[in-house]
C-alpha cells in the first residue's frame, strides 16, 4: 500500500472516526491538591503555558510601543471625507439660499403679449442682459429673491400685459486653487456651487501625515476671506459660510499637534489639536472612550526623553498631551462578578452569576438537572483553554508543514512520490488551519469539582444520556450499537465485523462524551470507539504527527488514562 493511501487512511480516521465532522474533543483536567486549580492534562500544553491559562490567557494585541516603533497609527479623524471621489454638482441651484455668481445661468421668461424664453449667463459684472431691458444685476442676490429682483427691472419697460419670471438655471463651473499639504495641489474645476470640502475631495484630500484638518484658510486677490475647521463640520455640522469665486485659492495649512488613539474607544483615530497646548479632557470628548474603560496607558517623548504613564481615567483628563503621544483606553477594573452559562440536560437558567473565585461544584449543586442528565459526563468549555489550543494548533502545524517541504528523500522516485503526496498534505494543512477549538476540560472519575475554579466565559456543558455506542476506524462494519451493559471495546469491535487486516490492534481507543480517552477496557452508553491503522515507516510518523497536532486542539485523544 501506497504511502499516500495509508496518509488517506489516517486521515479519514482523523476526520470521521475521532474528529466527527471536526468538533473538538478536549484534554483532561487534573486537579492541584494544593491550589484547587484546573489545568489541561498531560502531553496538550506546555506547562508554563497552562499555568497561564489558569490567570485567564488574553488575545494578543499590539502594544503602544510596537505601533510606534512600526511608525503604525491609526487613520485621522475625519479621514473619511476622503476616500471616495468628489459627487458631480447637480444641474440648477435647488437650494434658496443659494448666492448667485458670475458664470451661473438665469433662465427667464416672458408671457402675455411677448412670449419669450431665454438662457441668459450671469457677465464678469454680475449682471445679465435681458433683452428691450439691460443689464440687471443679479450677482450676490439669493437665488430665492432673483424673480422679484427681475421682475422689478422689467416692469420699468414692461406695461402689466407683459409678465416676467425668472430662475437660476444651472451653476456656472469655477476654477480653484488647492494647495499645501494635499495629493493632488493644482487648480480644480467644478460647480460654483461647490463647497471647500468638494474642492478638497478633488484635490485628493488632506496630506494624512503633513496637511492639517484644523487650519485651512480661502483666500481671494491675497486677502484672506475666511477660514474652516474641518473637525467643527465633523463633530457640530457647521461650514464656512464662504462662496467660492473663479480663481480663489484653498491654503490647508501644516499639520499641528497629533495624538493617537487606540484601544477601547469608539473613535479609534489619530486626532490633531487646534493649538499647541491640549488636555486629555478635550481628547476624551473627540475619541469617546467606552464606559468601561478605567485607565489610560500614554506613550510619547517629553523633552527630548521617552515619556510613559499608566494612569486612571479621571487623571488622564486633567494631564497635558504633547504632539505625538499615543494613546491607550484600558477596561482595567476587573469585575467581582462574571457570567457563566450552561447548556445540555438542565431545566435551569441558561446563565449563572458568580462570584470571581467560586467553584464548579457549588454552582453545579444550585443547577436543576434533567433526569436524563448524564453527570459523569459533565464537563467545560473554557476560553482560555480554547486560546491554548490555537496557539499550539497553528505552531504544529506551521511544523509539520516545513518537515513535509523539507524532508529528505532516498531515491529520485521516492522524491517524485512525495512531491505527489505534499500536495494532498498542505491542503489538508490548510483545512485544518480553519479548526475553532472549543476548550474543552474534561475531568476524571474522582475530580473534586469543590476545588475546580470558574473563569469568565466559561460553559458548562451537561450531556444527555445516550444509549448507543459508535464503532469507526479499522472495523469489517463501522456503525452505531446499542449499548450492552459488561461489554468491553474487544466485544463491540467483534459485533462491527472484527478488526481489518490493517487494524492497529494494540491502539484501539475509547473516546468519553466528555472528551477523555483510554486504550480499549470498559466501554460506557455514548463512548465512541476508533481502531486506528497500522502503518510503517515515515507513514507512520506522519499520521502520528497529524494526531498529535489534533490532540493538542482536543480533536483527538488528548490524554490516555493508563
Not at 412670449?115 to 454680475?126: I, S
Not at 499637534?257 to 483615530?269: F, H, I, M, N, T
Amino acid at each position: 500500500m501506497t504511502l499516500f493511501a495509508y496518509f488517506r487512511i489516517g486521515l479519514f480516521i482523523l476526520l470521521s472516526g475521532v474528529a466527527l465532522t471536526l468538533l473538538p474533543v478536549p484534554a483532561v483536567a487534573q486537579i492541584d491538591e494544593n491550589t484547587g486549580a484546573s489545568a489541561v492534562g498531560a502531553g496538550s500544553a506546555p506547562s508554563a503555558v497552562i499555568q497561564d491559562d489558569q490567570r485567564g490567557a488574553e488575545r494578543q494585541v499590539r502594544t503602544l510601543r510596537q505601533d510606534q516603533l512600526a511608525g503604525r497609527r491609526p487613520a485621522p479623524f475625519g479621514s473619511e471625507l476622503f476616500q471616495g471621489t468628489a459627487p458631480d454638482s447637480a444641474e440648477g441651484a435647488s437650494d434658496p439660499n443659494y448666492i448667485v455668481q458670475p458664470g451661473d445661468v438665469v433662465m427667464v421668461t416672458t408671457y402675455g403679449l411677448v412670449n419669450e424664453t431665454a438662457r441668459l449667463v450671469v457677465d464678469a459684472e454680475g449682471n445679465i442682459a435681458l433683452p428691450n431691458v439691460g443689464p440687471v444685476r443679479v450677482a450676490g442676490t439669493r437665488a430665492a429673491d432673483v424673480d422679484s429682483v427681475v421682475s422689478g427691472a422689467a416692469s420699468q419697460v414692461y406695461q402689466s400685459t407683459v409678465q416676467v419670471y425668472a430662475t437660476v438655471a444651472d451653476a456656472g463651473e469655477i476654477q480653484v486653487f488647492v494647495t499645501g499639504p494635499v495629493r493632488q495641489p493644482g487648480g480644480h474645476t467644478a460647480s460654483s456651487q461647490a463647497s471647500i470640502i468638494g474642492f478638497l475631495q478633488n484635490a485628493g484630500g488632506i496630506d494624512p501625515d503633513r496637511g492639517s484638518y484644523r487650519h485651512i484658510i480661502v483666500r481671494r486677490n491675497n486677502d484672506t476671506i475666511g477660514s474652516i475647521d474641518l473637525y467643527e463640520f465633523l463633530l457640530n455640522g457647521e461650514l464656512s459660510g464662504v462662496n467660492l469665486r473663479n480663481g480663489d485659492v484653498i491654503v490647508v495649512g501644516q499639520q499641528g499637534p497629533v495624538v493617537s488613539v487606540s484601544g477601547d474607544a469608539r473613535a479609534p483615530y489619530t486626532f490633531e489639536f487646534a493649538s499647541l497646548a491640549s488636555s486629555g479632557a478635550e481628547l476624551l470628548q473627540y475619541s469617546r472612550p467606552r464606559p468601561e474603560v478605567t485607565h489610560v496607558s500614554i506613550l510619547g517623548t517629553r523633552d527630548g526623553i521617552p515619556f510613559n504613564a499608566y494612569v486612571t481615567r479621571e487623571e488622564f483628563a486633567a494631564m497635558m498631551l504633547a504632539d505625538g503621544d499615543r494613546v491607550r483606553y484600558e477596561a482595567d477594573a476587573p469585575s467581582g462578578t462574571f457570567i457563566v452559562r450552561v447548556l445540555g440536560a438542565h431545566d435551569g437558567p441558561s446563565a449563572y452569576v458568580v462570584n470571581r473565585g467560586d467553584y464548579l461544584g457549588p454552582l453545579l449543586a444550585r443547577i436543576p438537572l434533567d433526569p436524563l442528565a448524564d453527570v459523569p459526563m459533565i464537563h467545560l468549555e473554557r476560553q482560555s483553554i480554547a486560546d491554548t489550543q490555537r496557539v499550539l494548533l497553528q505552531e504544529n502545524l506551521a511544523r509539520l508543514e516545513r518537515a513535509i517541504y523539507t524532508a529528505p528523500s532516498s531515491s529520485p522516485a521516492s522524491a517524485q512520490a512525495r512531491a505527489a503526496q505534499a500536495t494532498a498534505l498542505g491542503e489538508f494543512i490548510q483545512r485544518a488551519r480553519l479548526v475553532e477549538p472549543r476548550g474543552l476540560v474534561a475531568f476524571p472519575d474522582d475530580a473534586d469539582l469543590n476545588g475546580v475554579l470558574l473563569e469568565p466565559d466559561d460553559v458548562i456543558v451537561i450531556p444527555y444520556i445516550n444509549q448507543t455506542v459508535v464503532v469507526a476506524g479499522e472495523v469489517e462494519l463501522p456503525q452505531t450499537l446499542l449499548w450492552t451493559p459488561g461489554n468491553d471495546a474487544r466485544d463491540y469491535v467483534r459485533r462491527a465485523g472484527g478488526f481489518t487486516s490493517l487494524a492497529n490492534r494494540s491502539d484501539t481507543l475509547v473516546i468519553r462524551p466528555d472528551g477523555s480517552v483510554q486504550r480499549g477496557g470498559d466501554v460506557r452508553a455514548g463512548d465512541r470507539i476508533l481502531v486506528p491503522p497500522k502503518a510503517p515507516g515515515q507513514t507512520l510518523q506522519f499520521i502520528r504527527d497529524i494526531t498529535q497536532i489534533f490532540a493538542q486542539v482536543g480533536i483527538a485523544a488528548a490524554a490516555v488514562f493508563r
